[in-house]
């Protein structure tokens, strides 16, 4: 795993803490002080590292070997650095997810070429917590176990009795959710909600959503929004597909009037960007 800052801690912790520790070659931060440490007063050090990333592995990362490389909240700067060092780990696989503007890379259509080139499988889920499933064997592994949430939920006399997390977010906001969440109401759907968003970024839990929510990229608003129709399906409750699937019986889909309604009238997305994202996974034209 390779992370950085706040953000790739807690998933470092959360994914090691919950599975993952037995099955983790190495951890390492790599921040761009590194770089800039190990070759002091190099002119041009970023344009340099566009154009021939595998003279700036960092010196002091382990020797490790990986099937699956976790790049986790990386500087934009650095991301020409993970084809040289998924090649240089070994690596079959490379997870990349996108959960902030800062972390994407700036030459991701070149990084992924080059290491589709190298036989490398790449994927750069949007959010992390969007992940589930994938054609390649390593990350549908992965995705088993965090990804998008997954929950079991017992109901009694219209309030919440227990909650089991079957897929965790890879954050661990999904375990904190949960822990939140019995003894709550279940009987105003809408509460419900209000109350799970709430709790999936709220700071005083353990672990939070650390996801941009800025207007212009909300991924912790789709985030909010895949956590709460993965708790509403648990408890057999419409989600966004079904309120979705409901309206295209009635004739022909029509995004606007999805947003104006599930976003703008009933705030039961927090973001279009989840109706979006539903309307591909249906197999629907907006």
Not at 16 to 37: C, D, M, N, Q, S
Not at 91 to 107: K, T
Not at 131 to 149: A, K, N, Q, T, Y
Request: glycine share 8%; aromatic share 6%.
């Amino acid at each position: 795993m390779l992370y950085r800052g706040p953000f790739g801690e807690q998933m470092v912790n959360n994914m090691v803490l919950r599975g993952l520790g037995p099955h983790t070659a190495g951890t390492f931060e790599l921040k761009p002080e590194i770089l800039e440490e190990e070759h002091p007063g190099e002119k041009d050090l970023w344009s340099r590292l566009w154009e021939e990333p595998s003279r700036y592995l960092p010196k002091r990362l382990p020797p490790v070997k990986c099937d699956l490389l976790l790049v986790l909240g990386l500087h934009s700067k650095l991301g020409d650095l993970i084809p040289p060092l998924a090649e240089r780990m070994g690596a079959r696989s490379v997870l990349y997810p996108i959960d902030d503007r800062q972390h994407l890379p700036e030459g991701k259509k070149t990084i992924q070429e080059e290491l589709e080139r190298k036989g490398v499988h790449v994927e750069f889920p949007e959010p992390f917590c969007a992940l589930e499933g994938s054609e390649d064997p390593l990350i549908r592994e992965f995705s088993l176990h965090f990804g998008r949430p997954r929950f079991r939920v017992k109901r009694e006399g219209g309030r919440i009795r227990a909650v089991e997390v079957l897929r965790d977010t890879p954050c661990g906001s999904a375990h904190a959710v949960a822990e939140k969440m019995v003894g709550v109401s279940c009987e105003d759907p809408k509460a419900l909600k209000e109350k799970l968003f709430f709790e999936h970024h709220n700071e005083e839990n353990e672990n939070y959503c650390l996801a941009e929510m800025d207007p212009l990229a909300p991924y912790m608003q789709e985030a909010g929004d895949l956590l709460v129709d993965a708790f509403f399906e648990a408890c057999g409750f419409p989600t966004t597909r079904d309120l979705i699937l409901q309206e295209a019986k009635q004739g022909r889909v029509d995004f606007e009037r999805l947003k104006r309604k599930l976003v703008e009238e009933e705030k039961r997305c927090e973001t279009e960007r989840t109706i979006r994202r539903s309307l591909r996974e249906l197999g629907l034209e907006a």
